[in-house]
């Protein structure tokens, strides 16, 4: 079983640009989350997704958005991209049950 | 909200040893918590689980204990091997039906040859 997949896995851009991540599920997972990660706030909660709606979000501004698709692949925007928006970006998946989250490799954004 | 601390930023054991990697959390609703690994260049990968209504919990080679009186969890790895070298993750769910994990701030461990 593959996976999750997320694409691109490394990109650069500038401040002030926008940027969209992507992000497929393991098979019959119907729940993706976004997760940020940095060396100085660690693993923080974007926002979750099932069955095509947010069901949670985390404390981040709304320059932070997100959304799924009828077959389960979400995606993640940033907008008006700022120097601290340089993360490890990371997608997990799950049954949409309680329980362990699979995570992909992460997708690197380096704003500069 | 509530945040999940670690006691030690760095663990060095030497291989064959045993490993403890701590985590202290804050928020008493949390009922489910989870350890992650993470390597180099990775993604977080699942390592074990345990309920609050547990206090030890065995997989292969690691063990969970919880504490609910201290909000303590710890992570015991058995003979530690250099595939063991990694950043820990100690992961917290508040009861509900929510899926948002609260992440501690991670442990290296490096094993020493």
């Known amino acids: 079983k593959a996976g999750v997949t997320q694409t691109p896995r490394y990109l650069i851009k500038t401040r002030g640009q926008q940027v969209t991540l992507s992000c497929s599920p393991i098979?019959?997972?119907?729940?993706v989350s976004w997760y940020q990660q940095t060396p100085g706030q660690g693993l923080q909660f974007l926002f979750e997704?099932?069955?095509?709606?947010?069901?949670n979000k985390g404390n981040f501004p709304g320059r932070f958005s997100g959304r799924q698709f009828s077959n389960s692949r979400s995606e993640m925007n940033v907008s008006t991209l700022e120097l601290g928006d340089s993360a490890l970006y990371l997608c997990?998946?799950?049954?949409?049950?309680?329980?362990?989250?699979?995570f992909g490799e992460g997708s690197r954004l380096t704003v500069l | 909200g509530e945040s999940v601390g670690l006691h030690l930023p760095t663990l060095s054991v030497q291989e064959g040893d045993n490993s403890i990697i701590n985590c202290a959390y804050s928020?008493?609703?949390?009922?489910?918590f989870i350890w992650y690994k993470q390597e180099s260049g990775k993604g977080p990968q699942f390592i074990i689980d345990?309920?609050?209504?547990?206090d030890k919990r065995q997989g292969q080679r690691v063990t969970v204990l919880l504490n609910k009186t201290v909000k303590h969890l710890s992570l015991q790895i058995a003979a530690t091997q250099p595939g063991d070298s990694a950043v820990y993750f100690c992961?917290?769910?508040?009861?509900?039906?929510?899926?948002?994990?609260?992440f501690g701030s991670g442990t290296q461990l490096t094993v020493l040859p």
């Open positions: 997990a998946s799950n049954t949409g049950l309680r329980g362990e989250l699979f």
């Open positions: 098979s019959g997972h119907r729940s």
């Open positions: 997704y099932f069955s095509e709606t947010q069901r």
């Open positions: 928020n008493s609703a949390s009922d489910y």
């Open positions: 345990i309920r609050s209504n547990m």
């Open positions: 992961a917290e769910i508040e009861g509900g039906s929510a899926r948002q994990l609260t």
